[in-house]
């Protein structure tokens, strides 16, 4: 599951930011390790892109991103933003 939401972490942020013309780094297949994989690095997000993003990450995986959900750490990277989804996914499922 884990790899799962990591592509899609990436592939929306990468749509996200063809929209807006912006050259992205490929990720490639292989999992990122932490600290490597800045959101703004591979991206070039600004304020606004990532608010941007976040919302629409949040229409994808059907959750809401609480405030304590947006900590400098979450935000740093998109190993430490997945690893938040996959944890709120799971907190989520039935059982």
Known sequence: ????ILDIVH???AELMAT???EVVEHGSAVITE???????LYGFSSI???EYLLILEGKFGI????????????SSA???TKRIGEMLA???PG
């Open 1 to 4: 599951m884990y790899e799962q």
């Open 11 to 13: 592939r929306t942020a």
């Open 20 to 22: 807006k013309d912006f």
């Open 35 to 41: 600290g490597a994989d800045s959101l703004v690095d």
């Open 49 to 51: 892109d990532t608010l």
């Open 64 to 75: 809401t991103l609480a405030d304590e959900d947006l900590s400098e750490q979450v935000l």
């Open 79 to 81: 190993t430490a933003l």
């Open 91 to 93: 907190t989520a499922l």
